[in-house]
């Protein structure tokens, strides 16, 4: 008796060793008395324990469950740098969580994962309109923008002023020439992340300024256009001249270029409006010593800028689930949450509601009012699997290397699959 | 009749018995070798989406991915640079090493313990402390060269203190610290050969007037032959396998610009995962093509036996 107890724990330790991660969701989160636990995961904004968007998201959690005490909602959340390898590593082993916020990729809903967005929003159409297409496969809409991002041109004022600049930038050529005065005082004249983080970001506002893009008008992918290429030989003799940092190809957004500007050693970068959350948080600069404006395109400055979103996305799940998820983003996307995180870390909001009351705004409101007008990332599936990846390892070296065999490689690989 | 049965059962299950003690590591070896390797296998030829979904067979389609790969030219050959540049630059350091403490001299034993520091803390870790040492801005290594007047400039926009920026650059710092982790074991093992070399071979060499230069050529190296050829033959396939340091320290970038074929494989994962699995398996060919070459050329056999 003993013995066979024995031996069948041991099983079960064996068992559980291989096929961990299986076992403990068996129940599916409902308990037979009717209540349930939503597993909630998210992707983590901030930059170190103090501001972890674990703590937002137990409050909300908390909140939620006050009001709807049968109802429990499981927060875990994964730093930026690792969230797509850990993300999809954690569904390649079918462990999905019942709410996921962070990236959208629209393998998501090909592979049949995820509840159209009707089945767990009362408002569906919440989120802000101009995303809605990218969040859409099919024609059904499956991710709801959670929070999101307009770009513009930040200078130093102070460095301006130093370097005996008088007005921002509108053209390349201007920027160009204020990058090298700025160079001369010391200063980072333009910092160029074009490491893996968001370089996706970078190159697109430069391709924006020059009349290119990833994809053309016929929505098929360019990225070895005449004017593609042309941006980044001027971005090569940016790099060149030393106006830029003098790596861009391992320099990043978060950890290098926005810190470097928070320190007031950057005198123009290209960032979104979490830049002035940085900014305050390391206390060297104040509002007044610097500011925002459009990105300078080859011309003149640019008239639609890169809008990003954030998703937020439900796994499918038995109907009394869904109905449970749709009480809390109902909850969680309401104005005041939507209103906080935003304010949290200076991101704009995803809905409409929300965003119209931050209009007028002191540092957001000028990034609101672009949202509507944005230029978005291509949404097609080939982009998130494939795309993207290779543009994020090795678009940075066409500004060290030869830009026309660079871009002529990414333009190869997308379109390869098709 | 009864007895001859009773012998035959005996021999049967004498001959069952040793499964019996090799059971556990047969399993052990089937779960953790052989199924990861037979999966690696199988998801080479399926057709698998960026969220591991699996969408059937895709037949040679991912090998062909893989050598078509723009880049996989420089990284094979840089794969080569680094392995040969590791190891030689290893097993030089450690003969020397290994050499100075079979001596006797005072403090022999803290500088042995010492030598085990490397070792013992995770390569990773290394990695991490020597990534941060070479931050432009701050990192003790770029502070001391630039006291000591070897570097004109430090800070962000010092273009040659940024030293894991530059694929060259990087490269080399990179071979260093795989070699600083790779001394401990490599010293060890040599000097665990250089201790079954019995004094009396010395001694007579000496009565015949050799001098040292002749007997380490004459005497050492021979003997130690088999600690040589397996601290290489591991240091070789360590080197070839090692992730953590450049993942570490550079991501294999700027772009795949110092990625060796273990580190390329997981850089194509981002984009491919079945495309991966084949670059794995082309890895595992290579590991077994070099360790028979090297096992051939080195006459492994009559070495152990």
Redesign the interface.
């Known amino acids: 008796m003993k013995r066979s107890f024995v031996a069948s724990a041991a099983i079960c330790a064996v068992a559980g060793l291989v096929l961990s991660g299986c076992g403990s969701s068996g129940n599916n989160g409902e308990a037979a008395n009717g209540d349930i636990t939503l597993t909630f995961l998210g992707a983590d904004y901030g930059t170190g324990p103090a501001d972890s968007s674990t703590a937002y998201w137990q409050k909300v959690a908390a909140d939620f469950h006050k009001a709807n005490p049968k109802i429990t909602v499981k927060v875990s959340t994964i730093n930026w740098n690792d969230y797509d390898t850990k993300v999809k590593t954690q569904l390649q082993n079918k462990d999905y969580p019942d709410i996921l916020q962070g990236e959208f990729f629209p393998q998501y809903a090909t592979d049949h994962l995820l509840a159209p967005l009707s089945d767990v929003m009362t408002n569906p159409d919440a989120g802000l309109a101009v995303f809605k297409d990218g969040f859409s496969v099919g024609g059904v809409q499956y991710g709801i923008p959670f929070d999101t991002s307009a770009r513009a041109l930040f200078y130093n004022k102070l460095a301006f002023t130093d370097a005996g600049i008088t007005n921002p930038p509108t053209t390349w050529d201007e920027l160009k020439t204020d990058a090298g005065k700025l160079k001369a005082k010391g200063y980072i004249g333009y910092a160029l992340p074009l490491g893996p983080e968001e370089a996706q970001a970078e190159s697109y506002l430069w391709m924006l300024g020059n009349g290119g893009g990833w994809q053309n008008s016929s929505g098929k992918y360019a990225i070895n256009s005449a004017e593609n290429i042309e941006t980044f030989q001027f971005l090569k003799g940016l790099v060149d001249a030393g106006d830029t940092e003098p790596n861009p190809a391992t320099y990043d957004r978060t950890a290098d270029s926005a810190t470097a500007f928070a320190q007031g050693k950057v005198g123009m970068e290209s960032n979104g409006p979490f830049l002035t959350a940085t900014i305050a948080a390391a206390g060297k600069l104040t509002t007044s010593d610097y500011a925002a404006v459009p990105m300078p395109g080859k011309t003149g400055p640019l008239t639609q800028t890169l809008g990003v979103a954030d998703a937020l996305q439900v796994f499918k799940g038995s109907a009394t689930k869904l109905a449970a998820v749709k009480k809390f983003l109902d909850f969680a996307l309401n104005d005041d949450n939507q209103l906080a995180w935003a304010k949290k870390y200076a991101l704009l909001p995803g809905t409409q509601s929300a965003a119209a009351k931050l209009e007028n705004d002191p540092i957001l409101g000028a990034f609101v009012k672009a949202l509507p007008n944005t230029v978005l990332y291509p949404s097609d599936s080939n982009w998130t699997a494939t795309v993207l990846p290779a543009i994020k390892k090795s678009i940075g070296t066409a500004v060290t290397g030869d830009p026309s065999k660079v871009l002529g490689q990414l333009q190869d690989l997308a379109t390869s699959g098709s | 009749m009864a007895e001859t049965v009773t012998a035959r059962t005996f021999s049967r299950r004498r001959s069952l018995a040793p499964l019996l003690w090799l059971g556990p590591a047969l399993v052990l070896i089937l779960?953790v070798v052989l199924t990861p390797v037979f999966i690696m296998l199988r998801t080479a030829f399926r057709n698998i989406?960026?969220?591991?979904?699996d969408h059937g067979w895709a037949g040679w389609r991912n090998f062909r991915q893989v050598f078509h790969e723009?880049d996989l030219h420089a990284v094979l050959l840089r794969t080569v640079w680094w392995v040969v540049a590791v190891v030689v630059i290893t097993m030089v350091f450690s003969l020397a090493l290994a050499a100075l403490f079979n001596q006797t001299f005072p403090g022999r034993r803290v500088a042995r313990w010492a030598l085990i520091a490397p070792w013992a803390a995770s390569v990773f870790m290394t990695a991490v402390v020597f990534r941060w040492m070479l931050q432009p801005g701050s990192g003790l290594i770029n502070v001391l060269m630039h006291r000591f007047g070897l570097l004109d400039k430090i800070g962000?926009?010092?273009?040659h203190a940024?030293w894991?920026?530059?694929p060259e650059a990087a490269f080399w710092w990179m071979i260093a610290v795989a070699v600083f982790v790779s001394i401990p074991f490599t010293t060890y093992a040599l000097l665990a050969g250089l201790q079954t070399i019995p004094p009396e071979v010395y001694e007579a060499a000496r009565v015949d007037g050799s001098s040292t230069m002749r007997s380490y050529v004459s005497i050492t190296l021979p003997l130690l032959r088999p600690a040589l050829t397996v601290a290489t033959l591991i240091n070789i396939m360590n080197v070839f396998n090692s992730f953590p340091i450049i993942w570490e320290m550079?991501?294999g970038?700027?772009?795949?610009?110092t990625a060796t074929t273990t580190v390329f494989m997981y850089?194509i994962k981002?984009?491919?995962?079945p495309e991966a699995a084949a670059m794995s398996v082309v890895n595992f060919g290579f590991v077994i093509v070099i360790v028979l070459v090297f096992l051939k050329a080195s006459r492994w056999k009559e070495q152990v036996s």
């Open positions: 779960l989406d960026a969220i591991g979904f723009p962000d926009n010092a273009s940024d894991l920026g530059r550079t991501r970038g700027p772009g795949d610009q850089q981002a984009q491919s995962i």
